[in-house]
């Protein structure tokens, strides 16, 4: 017998330890994967916002890994045994720049774990939250959704798609090319086949297309603040997917700056214009 999925709320409060350096070769990646020049090199030189992502690799060996390339379990994260995996949504809050050069320490706990077995299928909802910290304190804090659906509730599909936010005052076309998604994966060593596999993407989860990874959609939003306010210091920024982006067509990132400046209001439509994701932004004052 399966083993109820309220039963693994067990793992809330799990926690696990790992340590990092921050490296300029991790940067030289980021930046030439997103277009970006003069990325900072020197020792001592804070990274931009996001860009810790390239640290701190999922270790899982290849005897614990499922089929779609995600950790079959074995650490904190309980082994949900729902067969899709997605991202709801990420918070971050930037408390202390990193550094080049940082020795980095960082604390993930599983923080909440939330469970909906609904008619249209299961789904659970596993909050993750990673406390990364230097020599010099608490650095940055993010929390995010992991999602894990059934097949069916995997294949639902909203009816209505909800309305774009705001007139754009920010826009930027992107061109989704397997080659991008590639080098992003690589830059996280993110090794869910959705990402890469046109294959198993196509024939096993039955999608139109290569999945656009939710993290690189946000760290373009992201982007665009550092270009659009680049006098301004972001101090938390949070997404919501709302379907996937998939590489069929380009897809459309926008925003708009509140009136005081001290905030933003982003979002990314997809190849059909559909609103995939919504995000908000704060800096610093």
Same mark, same amino acid.
């Given at each position: ?43 001592? +030189? ?25 950790? &079959? ?94 007139? &754009? ?87 708009? +700056? ?17 609103? +995939? ?9």
């Amino acid at each position: 017998m399966a083993e109820p999925l309220e039963s693994f709320k067990r793992y809330i409060g799990k926690s696990e330890t790992a340590t990092d350096v921050v490296t300029a070769s991790a940067m030289l990646k980021f930046a030439a994967t997103l277009g970006l020049e003069n990325p900072p090199m020197e020792k001592g +030189a804070p990274i931009p916002p996001g860009w810790y992502g390239g640290f701190f690799p999922a270790s899982h060996r290849p005897a614990q890994m499922r089929t779609d390339g995600q950790a &079959a379990g074995g650490g904190i994260v309980p082994p949900i045994p729902l067969p899709r995996r997605r991202i709801g949504g990420t918070r971050m809050t930037f408390h202390e720049p990193l550094r080049i050069g940082d020795d980095i320490t960082r604390v993930t706990e599983i923080a909440d774990i939330r469970i909906d077995d609904a008619p249209s299928g299961a789904m659970a909802t596993v909050i993750e939250r990673n406390s990364i910290s230097n020599s010099r304190g608490l650095a940055v804090v993010e929390e995010r959704d992991l999602v894990f659906l059934s097949e069916a509730r995997a294949e639902a599909a909203a009816t209505t798609p909800p309305a774009v936010p705001a007139q &754009a005052t920010w826009r930027r076309v992107i061109e989704p090319n397997p080659a991008l998604l590639f080098r992003f994966s690589a830059i996280r060593f993110n090794s869910h086949r959705i990402h890469y596999d046109r294959d198993y993407v196509t024939k096993v989860e039955r999608l139109p297309g290569l999945v656009v990874q939710s993290s690189l959609v946000s760290q373009l939003l992201i982007e665009m603040c550092r270009s659009e306010l680049p006098a301004r210091q972001l101090a938390s920024f949070g997404f919501k997917s709302v379907r996937q982006i998939y590489d069929t067509g380009k897809f459309t990132i926008a925003g708009a +700056a509140g009136a005081d400046g001290r905030e933003a209001e982003l979002w990314a439509l997809d190849a059909n214009g559909n609103l +995939a994701m919504t995000a908000a932004a704060k800096f610093a004052l």
